[in-house]
C-alpha cells in the first residue's frame, strides 16, 4: 500500500523566507502528484500538478520538483507571506488506483509578520 | 479547473439520526466522484468511489450501509451518514478529476452529539 510522508509537520518561518516542504512515498509506480493547500476548517485548493514523466512544475512564487525513482518531491515557496499561511498536502495517484489519492498528513505553515 | 460545491458546510446532529451532504460538480460532468474523511491530525483517506448510475465501491472497512452513496445525475453525488454516531463526526470532502488533476469541494464538518 502506498504511504505518503511529509516533513516536518509544522513549520514556523517569518516572512520573506524560502522554504521548502518535503513529501516522499513508498511506490514508485505513480501516474502523477499534486500540492493542495487547505486552509482550516476549508476545502483543499490545488496548487501543482506534476506529470509521473515531469521533474518540476512552476506556479508564481511555488515550484514543485519530483524524482519518481526515489520518491520524493519538494515544494519550494519563494518570499514566503503571512497569507501563505495553510497546511500544505501532498497526494499521490498510483499507476492502478483509478483516479483516487494517497495523501500525506501535510505540513502547517505559519509564516509570522 | 472543475468548481466542485458541497453542502452543508457544518452540520451538528444528535446521536441516531441521519445526516445527508451533497457534492455538486457545477461546470463539469463527473461520471465519477471520490469521498474522502479526515480525522483531526490524520490524512484524508479514500471513503468510496461514487459511480453515476451504478453503485458505489467503498474502501475497505467503511461500511456500506452506514454511507450510503447516491450518485443520480452527472452533476450530483450525495453521502448520508445513517445512524449517525459520535465517533463519525469528521471532514468529509468530495473530489472529481477533470483530466488527470483532483478538485475538491469545500468540505462538510459533520459534529454528532
Known amino acids: 500500500k502506498q504511504e505518503v510522508t511529509q516533513i516536518p509537520a509544522a513549520l514556523s518561518v517569518p516572512e520573506g523566507e524560502n522554504l521548502v516542504l518535503n513529501c516522499s512515498f513508498t511506490d514508485s509506480a505513480i501516474y502523477n502528484l499534486q500540492w493542495f493547500r487547505q486552509d482550516p476548517g476549508k476545502g483543499l485548493t490545488s496548487l501543482l500538478l506534476?506529470?509521473?514523466?515531469?521533474r518540476e512544475q512552476t506556479s508564481g512564487r511555488l515550484n514543485a520538483s519530483l524524482d519518481k525513482s526515489s520518491g520524493r518531491s519538494t515544494l519550494y515557496i519563494a518570499a514566503s507571506q503571512p497569507g501563505d499561511s495553510a497546511t500544505y498536502l501532498c497526494a499521490v495517484r498510483p499507476s492502478n488506483s483509478g483516479y483516487a489519492l494517497n495523501f500525506g498528513k501535510g505540513t502547517s505553515l505559519l509564516v509570522t509578520p | 479547473g472543475a468548481v466542485v460545491s458541497q453542502h452543508p458546510s457544518r452540520v451538528i446532529c444528535k446521536s441516531g439520526t441521519s445526516v445527508k451532504i451533497e457534492c455538486r460538480s457545477l461546470?463539469?460532468?463527473?461520471?465519477?466522484m471520490f469521498w474522502y474523511r479526515q480525522f483531526p491530525k490524520q490524512s484524508l483517506m479514500l471513503m468510496a468511489t461514487?459511480?453515476?448510475?451504478?453503485?458505489?465501491?467503498?474502501e475497505q472497512g467503511v461500511e456500506k450501509d452506514k454511507f450510503l452513496i447516491n450518485h443520480a445525475s452527472l452533476t450530483l453525488s450525495t453521502l448520508t451518514v445513517t445512524s449517525a454516531h459520535p465517533e463519525d463526526s469528521s471532514f468529509y470532502i468530495c473530489?472529481?478529476?477533470?483530466?488527470?488533476?483532483?478538485?475538491f469541494g469545500q468540505g462538510t464538518r459533520l459534529t454528532v452529539v
Open positions: 461546470d463539469f460532468q463527473a461520471t465519477t
Open positions: 473530489s472529481v478529476s477533470q483530466g488527470t488533476e483532483a478538485f
Open positions: 506534476i506529470q509521473s514523466s515531469q
Open positions: 461514487s459511480n453515476e448510475g451504478s453503485k458505489a465501491t467503498y
